[in-house]
């Protein structure tokens, strides 16, 4: 590979939560002895695309940071990368607006289009920062729970969201497209369903496609604004190279609004606090991410996820009877059903989360994304520490009575 996705970099004493439990969140620090291997937060475990250091580098030479405006660079970067990679076209730079994050450009549509009380729906199993974020604005969660077909696959239920839609008066509803932490990929058959739902029934989108690039195995991301003229107008999309890039440090997203009349609600509302502004190094960061290099380099990682994905449920199929997943069609993210597991060996989640944490392997409580006795665990680092990582839970956790 022309890019290191194989060196261990040591990420102790800068300034990462993914190795620095200290934090609070977890059961604790692993026993004497044993490292931390970061599978937790959903944060990326290799060295960054060399181009992206060398824009900031060459940014920071200049010793003005003054105030600033967007160049058009930055417009027609997000434009040529949403054309190449999901076949969109006429995207234009009034469309597309600056987000610090995914999650405060959800609140700012939620505040544009809902009340405090409103309630809005969701697919559960749920993003923790959805949940937080809407609970904090004071608005009620209803889920419409995803649901296995007779493979496994997670399917959304079209007559539970509708009845619920309608039972509950709901005019806003947030879609997760790859959906975190399933990790299914939406076909279009699937996306055009929901979207005539909340058609018929007057809702305005939040569509969450920050892992839009982290499709695996022939997959394809269909972005949801993409399945009709309708879709399009009603769909607030958001999208960001931090996730893709390994960039949550620097802040940055943005969303694509083709609606004017969504565009000003949400730009409204994002305005006020005089907070959502662009820090000028993530601007550079996301033009020195979306160069042709950057398509090489996902395409790389791309690799490199499946790989692991691969070796991880296979190991996992093998080895923890007991343990249910859907191997996923992208993200990097495994969402381990392990209640079946937890009762035949007589453990609550709360020991068994503590026991890989114990030996290091740094997973995390999949319970706030509202399933019971569940975890999830990042793939996304070297795969000689995924290997490591069930070398230590074969031995210490699992299978440590046979």
Known sequence: MKYDFTSIIDRQGKDSIAVDLTHGLGPGLPKEGFDVIP????????????TIQEAIIERVKHPMFGYFLPRQEYFDSIIDWQEKRNGVTGLEAEHI?????????????????????????????????????????????VHSDLVKDEEGVWRMDYEDMEAKIKAYKIHAAIFCSPHNPCGRVWERKEIEMAMEIYKRNDCIVI??????????????????????????????????????????????????????????????QSGKSHYNNMNVLSMHALIGAYRPEGHE??????????????????????????????????????????????????????????????VGVSWQDGRPFNRSCTLRMNLALPKSRVIEAFDRLDKYVFNVNK
């Not at 599978?39 to 060399?50: G, I, K, R, T, Y």
Request: hydrophobic share 35%; proline share 4%.
């Open 207 to 268: 569509s969450d496609e920050i892992w839009s690039d982290f499709t695996l195995y022939g997959n394809k991301h269909i972005p949801t604004q993409s399945v009709s003229e309708d879709a399009k107008n009603r769909t607030i999309a958001v999208y960001a190279p931090s996730k893709t890039f390994n960039l949550a440090g620097l802040i940055g997203a943005y969303h694509i609004i083709y609606s004017k009349y969504l565009r000003d609600r949400v730009r409204s």
């Open 39 to 50: 599978m937790w937060v959903a944060d990326m475990n290799f060295p960054a695309l060399p």
């Open 97 to 141: 607006g600056y987000e610090n994050g995914v999650l405060g450009c959800v609140m700012s549509a939620i505040d544009a289009f809902s009340a405090p009380g409103d309630y809005v729906l969701l697919h559960s199993p749920t993003y923790i920062g959805f949940t937080k974020t809407l609970e904090n604005s004071g608005r009620r969660i």
């Open 297 to 358: 380099w996902v395409e790389e990682l791309r690799e490199v996820i499946a790989e692991n994905v691969d070796y991880a449920y296979k190991h996992i199929v093998d080895n923890y009877e007991g343990v249910k997943l859907f191997k996923p069609q992208g993200t990097y993210m495994l969402y381990l059903e392990c209640e079946e597991w937890c009762s035949e060996h007589n453990m609550t989640l709360d020991e068994l989360y503590k026991a890989g944490t114990d």
